[in-house]
C-alpha cells in the first residue's frame, strides 16, 4: 500500500503562483505513474497531469505552458510536485495526488487551492 499526503495549497491572486507537493510512502518501489487531479465544487474531478516512472508527463489542455509535473525520490519515499503559474480563478478547486500502483489507485487527503480575482 501507499499513503500519499499533499501540501502546498492556499490563496493566491490571479496570474500568481504556487507549488504543490505530495510524499508518497509505503511500497513505494511498485509505484507506475502518479499525477495531480483537481474537483471544483459541483464538478467532477479531472486530469490535471500525469507522470510515468519514466518521466513521460501529459496535461489537461487548459494548463499546458503553465504548470509543470514532476517527481523525484530520496531516503524511501517518492516526492511529486506541481509548479502552478500564471494562475487564473478557474484553477480554484480541491487538488489530489493520486498514485497508480500494482496494488490499485491511492489518493491523498487533497489541498484547496484559491485564485481571487
Known amino acids: 500500500q501507499v499513503q500519499l499526503v499533499e501540501s502546498g495549497g492556499g490563496l493566491v491572486q490571479a496570474g500568481g503562483s504556487l507549488r504543490l507537493s505530495c510524499v508518497a510512502s509505503?511500497?513505494?518501489?511498485?509505484?507506475?505513474?502518479m499525477g495531480w487531479y483537481r474537483q471544483a465544487p459541483g464538478k467532477q474531478r479531472d486530469l490535471v497531469a500525469d507522470i510515468t516512472s519514466g518521466g513521460g508527463t501529459h496535461y489537461a489542455d487548459s494548463v499546458k505552458g503553465r504548470f509543470t509535473i514532476s517527481r523525484d525520490s530520496a531516503k524511501g519515499r517518492v516526492y511529486l510536485y506541481l509548479q502552478m503559474n500564471s494562475l487564473r480563478p478557474e484553477d480554484t478547486a480541491v487538488y489530489y495526488c493520486?498514485?497508480?500502483?500494482?496494488?490499485?489507485?491511492?489518493w491523498g487527503q487533497g489541498t484547496q487551492v484559491t485564485v481571487s480575482s
Open positions: 509505503g511500497s513505494i518501489f511498485n509505484i507506475n505513474s
Open positions: 493520486q498514485t497508480n500502483h500494482v496494488s490499485g489507485i491511492y
